[in-house]
């Protein structure tokens, strides 16, 4: 028997009118295979016997099973590649409640049903690279690797094993009225190109990044894998600012991985912190309180597509309706050097590593002092 390997990226298009379907299907064929699905349900029976199918695209209204519901099937799914894979939301209208909705259900990417052909292959093209590039990844593993210690692979605890750790922790810090900080670090792929959810990264990445915390924290410290993309560390004997710069140097670095040829594509690393000194009279004084509110906060910044640290002050901004400071943050799709405010810190750092150190030097004056003495760092290494 023959294998159904495509030779084009294939799409499954899901929506319950035959002229939307047969329009859709235009503008794609030639580029891209499809098969076809009449409503939430067939999708879903669709995705679950063909392994082929690289990328969703959906409908918000339909019967038996509308968009909204194959989302959360399709994210909530035990089955990595149904799971991770990119879902494209088409709406009728541009109405900014119902696509919020959709990104928060975990949209990759929301299109209008005018949109022309050229728009619509650019962005269907790029969702198809982000599935197919785990071989680039591993390709360039070694790389990222090798940059933290050349030594044997190093098994994370489990998510239990950490939290007893952490419950520990906590119990002592409030005995010798001690500061306790617990981070959530959610870890995504994001293309500037695409609105929604950003893509979650190859598992092979995802552990690279787990060796490269538990290789940079301090002994006395813990970390453990508590998610596809997400990790969580716990630390005692820290201040609020060591925390908070500690916490930033781990999301830059993963951010600043060199593993995405695409100068477009590009690794977003939001980490949600909760501090027992900053958080304890409103977060709650037990493990599982500050997980769900470091939780929260990272998949706050990560959905916003903020590269940086999520505190309790950074949430009540996005709460009021603004944005994390960009000295802080990475906002993807952003470019600050060229709104006039001061630079984010990866695009300082990028800068010193071209040789345009002068670029830099008008903002010190301006950043946090923890970020300050990243780029000082930076500024000293480079002219060695």
Same mark, same amino acid.
């Given at each position: ?28 064929? $030639?580029?891209? +295979? *499809?098969? @076809? ?5 067939? &999708?879903?029976? =669709?995705? /679950? #016997? ?41 709406? $009728?209208?541009? +109405? *900014?409640? @119902? ?5 928060? &259900?975990?949209? =990759?990417? /929301? #299109? ?47 998510? @239990? ?224």
């Amino acid at each position: 028997m023959l294998m159904d390997i495509p030779v084009k990226p294939r799409v499954l298009i899901a929506d319950d009118s035959r002229i939307v379907r047969a329009t859709l299907i235009k503008h794609i064929e $030639g580029m891209f +295979e *499809f098969r @076809e699905a009449l409503d939430g349900e067939q &999708a879903w029976e =669709t995705l /679950l #016997i063909d392994p082929n199918i690289r990328v969703v695209i959906t409908d918000l209204t339909m019967p038996k099973l509308d968009g909204y519901g194959l989302l959360q099937r399709i994210r909530n799914s035990k089955i990595s590649r149904i799971r991770d894979i990119p879902v494209v939301v088409v709406s $009728g209208s541009d +109405e *900014f409640e @119902e696509r919020e909705r959709a990104k928060a &259900a975990g949209a =990759t990417d /929301l #299109i209008t049903k005018g949109m022309d052909t050229a728009q619509l292959l650019s962005r269907l093209d790029i969702l198809a690279k982000l599935v197919s590039t785990q071989h680039e990844f591993e390709r360039s593993l070694e790389a990222l690797v090798s940059g933290v210690s050349d030594g044997a692979s190093i098994h994370l605890p489990s998510p @239990e094993a950490l939290y007893a750790q952490a419950e520990t922790l906590l119990a002592s810090a409030m005995q010798n009225r001690r500061n306790f900080v617990l981070l959530n670090v959610c870890v995504g792929l994001k293309h500037v190109e695409l609105e929604g959810r950003a893509a979650v990264p190859p598992a092979s990445v995802i552990d690279a990044i787990g060796q490269l915390l538990r290789r940079t924290i301090r002994q006395t410290d813990h970390v453990a894998k508590t998610g596809d993309a997400e990790f969580t560390l716990v630390t005692g004997s820290i201040n609020f600012d060591a925390a908070h710069v500690f916490a930033q140097r781990i999301c830059l670095a993963i951010a600043a991985a060199n593993l995405v040829k695409d100068s477009r594509m590009s690794f977003i690393a939001s980490c949600g912190m909760v501090s027992l000194c900053n958080d304890g009279a409103t977060g709650g004084v037990t493990v599982a309180a500050m997980r769900e509110d470091a939780h929260r906060r990272a998949v706050l910044g990560l959905n916003n597509g903020i590269t940086g640290v999520i505190g309790r002050e950074e949430e009540a901004a996005f709460h009021l309706g603004g944005k994390v400071s960009s000295a802080l943050g990475v906002e993807a799709g952003e470019h600050p050097a060229k709104s006039g405010s001061v630079p984010d810190v990866i695009t300082m750092v990028r800068w010193i590593k071209e040789g345009r150190q002068d670029q830099v030097l008008p903002y010190l004056e301006k950043l946090p002092a923890g970020v300050r003495a990243l780029i000082d760092l930076a500024l000293q290494r480079s002219k060695h």
